[in-house]
């Protein structure tokens, strides 16, 4: 797993983080959210593994608005996607 300092990233399209990490976990710092869904559009990225497992164990020390991400448009087999407001 390769971790980055927030100060260091800078702030991209959440799509180009997924294109160039194909089929990695993701954690971004999310700086720009659509302001009608709520869904993010740019960040630093915080974080990539293969690994979900990794990505969480560094999730709980991000600081701010942060989301985990899989890079692929389908999850891996066996994985599902929960929502909580």
């Given at each position: 797993m390769l971790w980055y300092s927030e100060i260091t990233m800078e702030s991209r399209p959440i799509e180009q983080m997924r294109?160039?990490?194909k089929r990695e976990w993701l954690l971004v710092g999310v700086d720009r959210l659509n302001p009608?869904?709520?869904v993010p559009?740019?960040?630093r990225l915080?974080?990539?593994s293969p690994h979900r497992d990794e990505i969480y164990r560094r999730w709980v020390k991000a600081k701010g608005l942060s989301v985990v991400l899989y890079s692929d448009k389908t999850l891996p087999q066996g994985y599902a996607v929960a929502f909580r407001a």
């Open positions: 294109k160039r990490f009608h869904t709520q559009l740019r960040g915080l974080a990539h």
